[in-house]
């Protein structure tokens, strides 16, 4: 069920985190209930991957990795891709920026347009929950649909909700890429958040708890912001834990 306010002027947002934040789940739901175009970039990846593209077949290595793929290409992508896409209400991007240098090429790109990013939101949950959300996490091989063995089952065990399609553990979710994504992102992190915060657009969201519960956190902030208003959000997910 969609809930959609006609007084939101678009809005443009940036999702940050380590993996296994939520960015994936909380964009989703910003997409459901806000109706926020949701772009992620591990998605893109993961579905020319799939087909085999040029891209794909670029991108392959470094993704199955748990690296990250070059800034140039990435920006290259998501300026093609942004370009493309369809903004009624805004939008919400995940996974991307994740390095300084992303995040100054998507300001170039969008400063072009004159529709700079609003605000980034960074994500924190403590590096043990992050492990156990990455270790139970599950993905749809049809519609790529987020689950967790644990906190987000779906009605059927293997099956999702949505198509049906079976249910499957990501490549990079083997504990021993998960050490790797992470270590990169303690790495990345910092340069990436100094950069958003030195020209004031900087904002926290605790990730921790259950999903509606950390985007009811982000909805506040949101509203907070002046990014939507008071009148949004009526649906709630049932909670599992
Ligand atoms: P990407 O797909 O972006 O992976 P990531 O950043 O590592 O993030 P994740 O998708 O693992 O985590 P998430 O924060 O979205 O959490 P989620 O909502 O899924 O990128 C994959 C790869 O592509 C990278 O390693 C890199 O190689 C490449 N790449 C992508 N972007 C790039 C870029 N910009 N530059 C260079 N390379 C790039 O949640 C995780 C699990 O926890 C799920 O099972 C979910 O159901 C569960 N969960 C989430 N929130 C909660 C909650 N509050 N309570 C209970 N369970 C929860």
């Known amino acids: 069920m969609r809930h959609y306010n006609s007084s939101v002027s678009a809005v443009r947002i940036v999702l940050l985190g380590p993996p296994g934040a939520g960015k994936g789940s909380l964009a989703l739901l910003c997409e459901q ?6 772009l992620s970039t591990g998605e893109i990846f993961r579905q ?25 290409l990435v920006v290259q992508v998501m300026a093609s891709r942004l370009g493309a896409m369809k903004v009624r209400r805004g939008f919400v991007l995940d996974g991307f920026p994740r390095t300084q240098g992303q995040a100054a090429g998507l300001d170039q790109v969008l400063d072009r347009k004159r529709k700079p990013i609003d605000g980034a939101v960074y994500v924190t949950s403590p590096e043990a929950l992050l492990v156990r959300r990455l270790c139970g996490r599950r993905v749809c091989s049809r519609c790529g649909a987020n689950y967790h063995l644990r906190t987000m089952r779906p009605k059927h065990a293997g099956v ?15 504990p021993a890429t998960i050490r790797k994504r992470l270590a990169l992102d303690h790495r990345t992190a910092k340069p990436l958040l100094t950069y958003y915060k030195n020209t004031g657009r900087l904002s926290t969201v605790d990730g921790r708890g259950h999903i509606e519960t950390v985007f009811q956190r982000t909805l506040t902030l949101f509203r907070h912001r002046g990014w939507i208003d008071g009148r949004h959000d009526r649906t709630q997910v049932h909670a599992r834990n």
């Open 33 to 38: 209930r806000l109706g926020l175009a949701h």
């Open 48 to 72: 020319e991957i799939a087909r085999r593209s040029v891209l794909g077949r670029r991108v392959q290595r470094y993704v199955a990795a748990g690296r990250l793929v070059p800034d140039a």
């Open 160 to 174: 999702c909700d949505h198509c049906g399609g079976s249910l499957m553990t990501r490549k990079d979710d083997q």
